[in-house]
Nanobody, 118 residues
Framework: QVQLVESGGGLVQPGGSLRLSCAGS????????MGWYRQAPGKQRELVAT???????NYADSVKGRFTISSDYAKNTVYLQMNSLKPEDTAVYYC????????????WGEGTLVTVSS
């Protein structure tokens, strides 16, 4: 079975930092575009960042300069370093794997909650 398990969420103050991790099993990250998405209360799920095995990275405009996505393919783990956190970053953050071999084959983790509040 394919499993994606996020960790690292929690409560932080504005301006603080967190690092999220997504550990995969039953899946080879190198043949997927890996990404982080988030969903705030009452809002639609939105893209945060993606990364490919070739090193192509993109970020949502709202997080550019503050968040960094990276991947350790040997460990089948992707990370999201979040700095200068703002209250509007509060959301459930989801790990995503999008197959480059089969269109429409997508896997999701169950999410980890990030709350930015004083």
């Amino acid at each position: 079975q394919v499993q994606l398990v996020e960790s690292g969420g929690g409560l932080v103050q504005p301006g603080g930092s967190l690092r999220l991790s997504c550990a995969g099993s039953g899946i080879i990250f190198s043949i997927y575009v890996m990404g982080w998405y988030r969903q705030a209360p009452g809002k639609q799920r939105e893209l945060v960042a993606t990364i490919t095995s070739g090193g192509r990275i993109n970020y949502a405009d709202s997080v550019k300069g503050r968040f960094t996505i990276s991947s350790d393919y040997a460990k089948n783990t992707v990370y999201l370093q979040m700095n200068s956190l703002k209250p509007e970053d509060t959301a459930v953050y989801y790990c995503n794997a999008n197959s480059i071999l089969r269109a429409g084959m997508v896997y999701w983790g169950e999410g980890t909650l990030v709350t930015v509040s004083s």
